[in-house]
């Protein structure tokens, strides 16, 4: 039976992102919601976007800020550590790193990006770069991390996909995320889709939200508002932290 999965991942602290996909989702009629990691950091309202996913999603993959945060690895993050709280700074710390199944006769490798990825890769990065994630044998692989949502087939490989970002969309700056659509666990070859999927949100609460938590001490605050209002990275130049 073919079955709608929603993927999403980066929320990053954005509530009003957040609440517009899950209302898209519902609209779909999507029962499904598999997490790609970084529900927490960077926007103001992370302890709300860690309780939806967890709520909301079968399960959550651990990212790079789920991790940092989660471990209290840097000391400019003490506002989410605040926010957040111990009991779920420790659950950030116990998210699996990956997701592996069957799809419409595909092998799936589903992962946030970092830190399985050493560096934040983009879809259109080389081939030789990206190949080496669908070893052994897999046929489709998506991720997040980047912000930016990409799909891309890979010779003699099989599918790519990025799921872009709910809270902190690049390029296109809105609420981003991914629909799979196959046979789950289907051992035969059967169609099988991928959808990426932008939705408008209340930008102006984001904002809002945003800048009464720097007043409280959000680090890079105003940066985190730039990158809400233009899709465009705003934390210098070079990849993605």
Known sequence: MMTQIAL???????????????RDIRARGIEKIWCLGDVVGKGPSSAETFDWALSRCEFILQGNW???IGKKMFPKDAFYYAQLGEKRLKMLTEFPLEYH???SGRKLRLFHGRPIMPLPYYTHEPADVLSPYFLPDFD???????HRQGTRILDSKGILFNTGSVGNGLGVAMA????????LEGQAPAPFDVTLVTVPYDKQQAIMDTRAAGEAGLANADLFEKELLTGVYARGKGRMP
């Open 8 to 22: 999403v991942a980066d929320l990053h602290g954005n509530w009003p992102a957040t609440q517009a996909v899950d």
């Open 66 to 68: 789920d991790e940092g």
């Open 101 to 103: 199944g069957l799809i």
């Open 140 to 146: 489709v692989v998506g991720y997040a991390d980047v």
């Open 176 to 183: 981003q995320y991914a629909i799979l659509r196959g046979e």
